[in-house]
């Protein structure tokens, strides 16, 4: 089974999950429980915390190795849960999702089809029971988790899945402290629209079969005029939506993001070879759009 036909049964099974838990938690929310919600425990890590990074993102001059590497994650960087009806995680990630800066502080991008995919019968809905778990590893959420608000897709991808706007922008708050700002605790990625390619960018993603994500660092190439091609090995089912890295900071992990894993073949049909769509003119107004929505 190829890479995208994984990513596609596990979109799949995402969804009807994601459906279930829409379904219980109207139930729930008709039957007028009054259950108190139990808040994660407080992160062990704050922003500040120097990341240890992966010699790839390291070093000004890091060599563009093609190869992937296993390591403890990045702070803006995380993993997206489903969640119950309760909106607990059902500790299964699937997807891959970063920080981004804005006014509000509390914006995630991602792959839009790891919310919705209308063409195969998972239409794009404004909210989506997720949870955001930046840092995530071994088990370990050192920054807490953070649950999804609202998701905005742009009507083309909304329409029929078109791979050319496979982006997804979510609000959300963190769960048991809801007015905290999420790029007060782990930093933002800056967004990069119109960034000429080629250029040398690491990416992460977090494989669904692993509980510890994978980074690398290598050329971001143009493979159209609104599709970027990534070759680096280990980048399986799972690390779609994890961020294409220009420019980052060794010293605070952070950088320019110029794209996420998605658009053609819904990030890639094998593990070594991946995609993502440009980052032009449409992804910056949906950016507007997630901003006013969070203003």
């Not at 929310?29 to 407080?42: C, D, I, L, N, V």
């Not at 980048?235 to 420019?247: C, E, H, K, N, R």
Request: glycine fraction near 10%.
């Amino acid at each position: 089974m190829t890479r995208s036909q994984v990513r596609v049964t596990s979109r799949l099974i995402g969804a009807v999950l994601i459906g279930v838990c829409c379904v219980l938690a109207m139930q729930w929310a008709k039957a007028g429980s009054s259950g108190a919600r139990s808040s994660p425990p407080p992160p062990t890590v704050r922003s500040g915390t120097v990341p240890v990074l992966p010699a790839a993102f390291a070093a000004p001059d890091a060599p563009l190795s093609g190869r992937s590497t296993v390591f403890d994650g990045l702070p803006s960087v995380g993993a997206l849960f489903a969640t119950d009806a309760d909106g607990h995680s059902t500790h299964h990630h699937s997807c891959t999702a970063t920080a981004v800066a804005s006014p509000v502080g509390s914006i995630v991008v991602t792959a839009a089809h790891c919310l919705s995919d209308p063409a195969n019968g998972v239409p794009a809905t404004p909210t989506a029971p997720v949870l955001f778990v930046p840092g995530y590893h071994d088990g370990v959420e050192p920054y807490g988790e953070w649950a999804a608000d609202q998701v905005l897709v742009d009507p083309h991808w909304a329409a029929d899945s078109d791979p050319d706007y496979d982006v997804a922008f979510v609000l959300v708050h963190r769960v048991g402290e809801p007015a905290e700002r999420l790029a007060d605790v782990v930093g933002a990625q800056k967004l990069g629209f119109g960034r000429a390619r080629p250029v040398a960018v690491g990416s992460v993603g977090y494989p669904i079969d692993t509980e510890k994500p994978v980074s690398c660092h290598n050329t971001l190439t143009a493979r159209s005029a609104t599709q970027s091609e990534f070759d680096c090995t280990g980048f399986q089912a799972g690390s779609s939506g994890g961020p294409m890295l220009a420019d980052v900071d060794p010293a605070t992990g952070l950088g320019t993001l110029v794209g996420v894993i998605g658009g053609y073949q819904q990030g890639g049909d094998t593990p070594d070879v991946s995609y993502a769509c440009a980052f032009g003119s449409a992804v910056q107004a949906l950016y507007a759009q997630a901003v006013a929505a969070a203003s």
